[in-house]
């Protein structure tokens, strides 16, 4: 239960390692556009910390993070309505991430999927921020007091530790300091899986292009890359029940109701027994009409790239007005001393 102290606030954020994909989108992007409004104060930011957890080109973490604030902004998020930043601007992250990484455990760290899927047998050899890494994410959170977080599915075991991360502060300390915040993962693409392999996630870093939507993928690249999209020989089924074990199915009929704005059931009402031939043009056309403009938008953005940084530092500014109080508190509570 998160106390009611806190008002309530949004965080999220997105590493910029390799370009935004649909996945970003649906899973992620999309909703947080829907939460700016009056429920919330919300905070969105480009992650650029975490992506330095594996190795990244400095001039290529530049780029990637103007593109995926380009993409941001494109989307919707609005930064007179949102803090949009870049969170190594925001040195309070790192700071607070100290503290973290001070009250977690190894063993904690240890169960992360996450970890030990990007590690796999190469444990011995990733950076140590790989590892670190949920704990830096548990202060991102926090540092704002954050009581809700709106993620994709891959990201729910990290937003439960930020929990425990909270509870053990507040029980070792002995004060309610932190808020127990909340994993948002709702709607029908919280998983958005890869087009060439059903049971896989759709990810930047996957080995072939055509797995793959990327926002910045043209017309002709969407529809060529839904039509080559696996699929099984079925028709479409009448029921969602009937897409039980096909998941490749099951995969295009959510990504065309979260494009659509609808429920799986009302997709697959509206197809109930269409052939591919039928339902995949379809799927590229909403694709298309829903992504274009977002690109041709990041696009426009991204030739101004002094304006995105300009957009970033003020987004920085909001941030650290909010973090930075929150911080001293926490050094308080620890028995730092300060000026
Ligand atoms: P990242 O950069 O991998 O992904 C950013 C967001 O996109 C979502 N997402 C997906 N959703 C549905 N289907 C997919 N195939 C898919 N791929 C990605 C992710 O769930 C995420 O919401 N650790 C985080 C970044 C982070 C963060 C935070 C998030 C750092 N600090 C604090 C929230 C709060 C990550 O690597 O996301």
Known sequence: MTAPKFTPRVFSGIKPSGGLTLGNYLGAIKRWVG??????????????????????DPEDLRNGTREIAAGMIASGIDPTKSILFNQSQVAAHAELGWIFNCVSRVG??????????????????????????????????????????PVGEDQKQHVELTRDIASKFNHDFKEEFFPLTEPVIDGPATRVMNLRDGTKKMSKSGESDMERINMLDDADKIAKKFKKAKTDPEPL?????????????RNLVDIYAALSDQTPEAVISEYAGAQWGRFKPALADLAVSKLAPISDEMKRLMDDPAEIDSQLAKGADKARAIAEPILARAYDIVGFIRA
Not at 37 to 55: K, L, N, Q, R, S
Not at 237 to 249: M, V
Request: hydrophobic share 45%; aromatic share 10%.
């Open 35 to 56: 939460m700016q409004g009056p429920d919330f104060e919300t905070i969105y930011c480009v992650v650029d910390m975490h992506a330095i957890t594996v190795w990244q």
């Open 237 to 249: 089924s009448e029921t969602l029940d009937g897409l039980k074990d096909r998941p490749e199915a």
């Open 108 to 149: 904690w760290m240890n169960r992360m999927t996450q970890f030990k899927d990007k590690a796999g047998a190469n444990a011995e050899k990733v950076s140590l921020g790989l590892y670190a890494y949920p704990s830096l994410m548990a202060a991102d959170i926090l540092l704002y007091h954050a009581t809700h977080v």
